[in-house]
């Protein structure tokens, strides 16, 4: 499917179909008066499940929709959630079960098409009614991925005036000399940032750009390009600088700008893939890209600029999708949600924040000194077909980075407690995903099991459980039984295992994989006598360039949230909150997308 090509020349080719929703949805605007969303009894109540980047310019666009609109006389309430482009995609492909994907949403708006094409894809071959209608969606916001990098390093490479692509990522990656090689050892080697595009749209779409550079084409990409051994070492070459994944280019802008406050931004990173309005956002002091963000931190000392690969890129379209079975009532104010999104205050609120308008246009805040640049991309590249992406992914588990992991999972007595509505407890649920999780290793990877709760073995408080090692079939089998049969009781030694879990990591560090430690804990330090915080986090540095990141979930409504983000931040990898117990799967995905 080619998402820019009804953009071709700023035009757009508008159905009569369309035209007739648009009037019927403009008729309901009859305006409900500023306090609408309090005193409006029997509200028509539309939810939406949109990706990260945009979900609080969407809220803030419905809030001053629904000052507006009824719908039958009846005021209209859109609830915007924060939703994963590829984790939504399964959900809706799955059949999206609330009691582990959140509420259902009425309309869903990933970061690109690309992701519809593939819920269809899902979905063609099985006995499930489709979740969405035929044809193609209609954009609300339009942004280009890019290549972003700290200015003095693309300045180094020739950016603005010299283009430069995914042949010279991959040559920089793979030359041992490493930023030497344009003068500036102080830098070392060439490091990327990218997200797991099972997930996310800037890592999938930064995976298909790979593709299409080594092939010199801007669309036809076949399954046969995918499968050429060729096309796939170049692939490998540039995965091979990847300093971890994930599933959100949040976690890599976030790490960059507290490397940025401690005057070390050229070390963190080299380049990460991410979409222009991002680097905007970054350049604001913003990586949160949360507009009621924008302001409490200062620009960054070192601003990121904006590649856009010379071979080509994808816009990502960002659209309105609504789900199919919506009554009447609903569908008449997704029709009219829709048409405010395209009218002038909703689009210039998203150019205002480093978006293009709905048809590619760019705002006035996509300026040069902005580190962004109006004329590009001067390519733009076609979007494959379902299958050859479905060949993308799955060609990319074997040519990723490989992962040495250590999983650190909490078996204090709190885990004990029964999660409501599942029969299950803490524990039952967490091994369950912990275990499910294991299929996203392929065997290149390394992995290993440990145990902690509090002095459970002599004054030690954890136990190892499988070594670290190859994810063969006889491993992988003895993780899952090993989690099957982890007994649950004891206190939380959390600062001790933390350290030492870091510290193994540390001294079987693998150059050429992702080293990795993950932590689940439902609880605080109980542990008396053992390391404090302060001491904890001294420990984890990676100031020396022998990463070793800390990934951390806190499981449950007594997790100490605040003190397992900054164990991570501390580290370079990231926190995650299942607060909500029955999100533990989801989020063990999430943490596993990083590797």
Same mark, same amino acid.
């Given at each position: 499917?080619?998402?820019?090509?009804?953009?071709?020349?700023?035009?757009?080719?508008?159905?009569?179909?369309?035209?007739?929703?648009?009037?019927?949805?403009?008729?309901?605007?009859?305006?409900?008066?500023?306090? $609408?969303?309090?005193?409006?009894?029997?509200?028509?109540?539309?939810?939406?499940?949109?990706?990260?980047?945009?979900?609080?310019?969407?809220? %803030?666009?419905?809030?001053?929709?629904?000052?507006?609109?009824?719908?039958?006389?009846?005021?209209?309430?859109?609830?915007?959630?924060?939703?994963?482009?590829?984790?939504?995609?399964?959900?809706?492909? %799955?059949?999206?079960?609330?009691?582990?994907? =959140?509420?259902?949403?009425?309309?869903?708006?990933?970061?690109?098409?690309?992701?519809?094409?593939?819920?269809?894809?899902?979905?063609?071959?099985?006995?499930?009614?489709?979740?969405?209608?035929?044809?193609?969606?209609?954009?609300?916001?339009?942004?280009?991925?890019?290549?972003?990098?700290?200015?003095?390093?693309?300045?180094?490479?020739?950016?603005?005036?010299?283009?430069?692509?995914?042949?010279?990522?991959?040559?920089?990656?793979?030359?041992?000399?490493?930023?030497?090689?344009?003068?500036?050892?102080?830098?070392?080697?060439?490091?990327?940032?990218?997200?797991?595009?099972?997930?996310?749209?800037?890592?999938?779409?930064?995976?298909?750009?790979?593709?299409?550079?080594?092939?010199?084409?801007?669309?036809?990409?076949?399954?046969?390009? @995918?499968?050429?051994?060729?096309?796939?070492?170049?692939? %490998?070459?540039?995965?091979? *600088?990847?300093?971890?994944?994930?599933?959100?280019?949040?976690?890599?802008?976030?790490?960059?700008?507290?490397?940025?406050?401690?005057?070390?931004?050229?070390?963190? @990173?080299?380049?990460?893939?991410?979409?222009?309005?991002?680097?905007?956002?970054?350049?604001?002091?913003?990586?949160?890209?949360?507009?009621?963000?924008?302001?409490?931190?200062?620009?960054?000392?070192?601003?990121?600029?904006? @590649?856009?690969?010379?071979?080509?890129? @994808?816009?990502?379209?960002?659209?309105?999708?609504?789900? !199919?079975?919506?009554?009447?009532?609903?569908?008449?104010?997704?029709?009219?949600?829709?048409?405010?999104?395209?009218?002038?205050?909703?689009? +210039?609120?998203?150019?205002?924040?480093?978006?293009?308008?709905?048809?590619?246009?760019?705002?006035?805040?996509?300026?040069?000194?902005?580190?962004?640049?109006?004329?590009?991309?001067?390519?733009?590249?076609?979007?494959?077909?379902?299958?050859?992406?479905? $060949?993308?992914? #799955?060609?990319?588990?074997?040519?990723?980075?490989?992962?040495?992991?250590?999983?650190?999972?909490?078996?204090?007595?709190?885990?004990? #407690?029964?999660?409501?509505?599942?029969?299950?407890?803490?524990?039952?649920?967490?091994?369950?995903?912990?275990?499910?999780?294991?299929?996203?290793?392929?065997?290149?990877?390394?992995?290993?099991?440990?145990?902690?709760?509090?002095?459970?073995?002599?004054?030690?408080?954890?136990?190892?459980?499988?070594?670290?090692? *190859?994810?063969?079939?006889?491993?992988?089998?003895?993780?899952?039984?090993?989690?099957?049969?982890?007994?649950?009781?004891?206190? +939380? =030694?959390?600062?001790?295992?933390? &350290?030492?879990?870091?510290?193994?990591?540390?001294? =079987?560090?693998?150059?050429?994989?992702?080293?990795?430690?993950?932590?689940? +804990?439902?609880?605080?330090?109980?542990?008396?006598?053992?390391?404090?915080?302060?001491?904890?986090?001294?420990?984890?540095? !990676?100031?020396?360039?022998?990463?070793?990141?800390?990934? +951390?979930?806190?499981?449950?409504?007594?997790?100490?949230?605040?003190?397992?983000?900054?164990?991570?931040?501390?580290?370079? =990898? &990231?926190?995650?909150?299942?607060?909500?117990?029955?999100?533990?799967?989801?989020?063990?995905? #999430?943490?596993?997308?990083?590797?």
């Amino acid at each position: 499917m080619d998402v820019s090509s009804s953009r071709k020349g700023g035009r757009r080719h508008v159905p009569a179909f369309l035209l007739v929703v648009a009037l019927a949805a403009a008729s309901v605007l009859t305006g409900c008066g500023p306090d $609408a969303q309090n005193d409006c009894d029997g509200a028509v109540r539309l939810r939406m499940a949109a990706s990260q980047d945009k979900v609080g310019l969407l809220q %803030r666009a419905a809030d001053e929709f629904g000052k507006k609109a009824a719908v039958d006389g009846k005021c209209v309430k859109v609830t915007v959630d924060s939703k994963n482009s590829g984790t939504a995609m399964q959900a809706l492909a %799955r059949g999206w079960d609330e009691t582990v994907d =959140g509420p259902r949403p009425d309309v869903w708006s990933p970061a690109s098409s690309v992701w519809v094409t593939l819920l269809r894809q899902r979905v063609q071959n099985t006995d499930k009614a489709p979740p969405v209608a035929d044809g193609a969606p209609q954009p609300i916001m339009t942004s280009p991925l890019t290549i972003a990098m700290p200015k003095p390093m693309a300045e180094v490479l020739g950016w603005p005036s010299k283009a430069v692509g995914w042949s010279d990522l991959a040559k920089l990656g793979t030359d041992p000399k490493g930023w030497a090689a344009y003068g500036h050892p102080e830098w070392g080697e060439f490091k990327l940032g990218k997200t797991n595009p099972n997930l996310s749209t800037s890592g999938l779409n930064a995976t298909v750009g790979a593709y299409f550079a080594i092939t010199g084409t801007t669309s036809d990409l076949g399954k046969e390009d @995918i499968a050429n051994p060729k096309n796939q070492a170049f692939v %490998r070459n540039i995965e091979r *600088s990847i300093v971890h994944y994930g599933d959100t280019t949040l976690t890599f802008l976030a790490n960059l700008l507290r490397a940025d406050d401690r005057g070390e931004a050229l070390s963190y @990173i080299s380049a990460v893939t991410v979409e222009e309005n991002s680097v905007w956002a970054y350049n604001q002091g913003n990586p949160t890209l949360d507009p009621n963000q924008l302001g409490k931190h200062g620009k960054p000392k070192t601003p990121l600029v904006a @590649i856009y690969p010379k071979e080509g890129t @994808i816009m990502s379209d960002h659209p309105y999708v609504p789900m !199919n079975g919506l009554d009447p009532e609903k569908k008449r104010a997704s029709d009219a949600f829709l048409t405010y999104l395209h009218g002038q205050d909703a689009q +210039t609120l998203f150019q205002k924040f480093g978006f293009r308008d709905y048809k590619g246009g760019p705002g006035p805040n996509v300026t040069q000194d902005n580190g962004l640049l109006r004329d590009q991309p001067a390519t733009k590249l076609t979007v494959p077909q379902a299958s050859v992406l479905d $060949a993308v992914l #799955e060609t990319w588990g074997e040519l990723r980075k490989p992962a040495k992991v250590l999983l650190v999972v909490d078996r204090s007595g709190s885990m004990r #407690e029964e999660v409501a509505g599942t029969g299950k407890s803490k524990g039952d649920l967490a091994k369950e995903a912990a275990a499910e999780s294991l299929g996203e290793f392929r065997g290149h990877d390394e992995v290993g099991l440990w145990m902690f709760s509090a002095q459970l073995d002599g004054q030690q408080d954890w136990k190892e459980l499988v070594p670290v090692a *190859s994810m063969d079939a006889a491993h992988r089998a003895s993780m899952r039984s090993s989690l099957s049969r982890m007994t649950l009781s004891g206190a +939380t =030694g959390l600062y001790n295992t933390t &350290a030492a879990a870091y510290d193994t990591m540390r001294a =079987g560090r693998e150059e050429d994989s992702i080293n990795a430690v993950v932590v689940l +804990t439902d609880g605080q330090n109980e542990r008396q006598g053992g390391l404090d915080l302060n001491t904890l986090l001294g420990k984890l540095s !990676n100031k020396d360039g022998e990463a070793v990141r800390v990934f +951390t979930i806190g499981y449950g409504a007594n997790a100490d949230q605040q003190v397992l983000r900054q164990i991570a931040e501390a580290a370079d =990898g &990231a926190a995650y909150d299942s607060s909500d117990a029955n999100s533990i799967r989801e989020v063990f995905q #999430e943490v596993i997308s990083n590797f």
